[in-house]
């Protein structure tokens, strides 16, 4: 039993399980969707599109810490002083052989591969569009020969949109439905931004070792004080596009209370300067996070009430 909890417990740590809802919360707000605007709801359709997505994640996580071994980025994090490391540890640290991690990431691909065949013979063909095209934006993210998640050109941020928010609420409803509504794009867009501002904000912890490993991420080609001013205008756009989902009757009126969830990270960026030891940038990130799921909640509680009355 303590080999199976062990077992367990490094697969969490290996494929960073704790940050899965930044996947599920969208997926949940696409069904909901579906079942306020047309009533229609399967639980294990649900389920399913759960399963599948949570996995494409954690396939995500895995493959990027995999390629990112490889060129050497998660070395120069875990080396340099002022670094903070993002990534598992399981490579750099030996934890786990080259081998049994690629091996459980590839495993993770093929559930989540399954799942979107599924899915896709019961609601169409669509269903799997989206996976395949989740799939691809998670595998080139950092690998040859795209690795547009190096190229600092603003792909990555746009990667991240469409694979947190767009997909994930569109392609939910579509499972529901079996067709496509605006309604579910425009959801879509206050959580899809803030996860990019989560994924934004990470930068920020190593951005110094992703130049030296060559790694062009925003934070790296803009310089810090550009990059926050980003990051700022990204959690002024989130705010908007929720108001935007209000005034248009996307989301009732009373998921505006969502928005107090933003306080805290606001607060965050006043106690910053245009130059930062990587260390404090760590309660940013903190409270990214935070806002990101809070919000997500709120907004899921908010249509599960509109939908029940």
């Known amino acids: 039993m303590d080999t199976i909890r062990e077992k367990i417990k490094q697969f969490r740590k290996a494929s960073r399980f704790k940050v899965i809802p930044v996947m599920l919360i969208p997926v949940a707000l696409g069904a ?3 079942y306020v605007w047309d ?14 997505s949570g996995a494409a994640h954690l ?3 895995m493959i990027n810490d995999l390629w990112d071994y490889k060129n050497g980025t998660d070395k120069e994090a875990f080396e340099m002083q002022d670094a ?13 052989s080259l081998k049994k991690f690629a091996f459980v990431t590839w495993a993770l691909f093929a559930v989540a591969a399954l799942s979107g065949i599924i899915l896709s013979f019961i609601s169409g063909w669509w269903a799997f569009i989206f996976g395949a095209l989740g799939g691809l934006i998670a595998y080139f993210y950092v690998a040859p020969p795209i690795r547009f998640g190096y190229r600092g050109k603003g792909y990555s941020e746009i990667a991240i949109l469409l694979s947190f928010g767009v997909l994930p609420v569109t ?8 067709h496509l509504d605006y309604r579910a794009l425009l959801l879509s867009l206050p959580i899809g931004i803030l996860t990019t501002l989560v994924l934004f904000n990470h930068h920020f912890l190593h951005w110094q070792a992703d130049r030296q490993a060559g790694k062009r991420t925003l934070v790296v080609v803009w310089g810090e004080q550009r990059a926050l001013r980003f990051s700022r205008a990204l959690l002024l756009l989130a705010i908007l ?11 009732p009126v009373y998921s505006l209370v969502a928005l107090l969830t933003a306080l805290p990270l606001y607060s965050v960026y006043g106690k910053l300067k245009d130059k ?14 935070k806002t990101a799921s809070r919000f997500g909640v709120i907004v899921i509680v908010s249509l599960v009430i509109q939908g029940l009355i």
């Open 32 to 34: 909901l969707g579906a």
């Open 39 to 52: 009533g229609e709801f399967n639980v294990w359709l649900l389920l399913l599109t759960l399963l599948g």
């Open 59 to 61: 396939f995500s996580n």
């Open 276 to 289: 930062n030891p990587s260390i404090a940038y760590a309660p940013l990130m903190g409270a990214s996070v």
């Open 84 to 96: 903070i490391s993002t990534n598992s540890g399981f490579l750099t640290n030996e934890v786990w």
């Open 241 to 251: 596009s929720h108001i935007a989902c209000v005034a248009t009757g996307i989301v």
């Open 171 to 178: 392609g939910a409803y579509y499972v529901q439905t079996s």
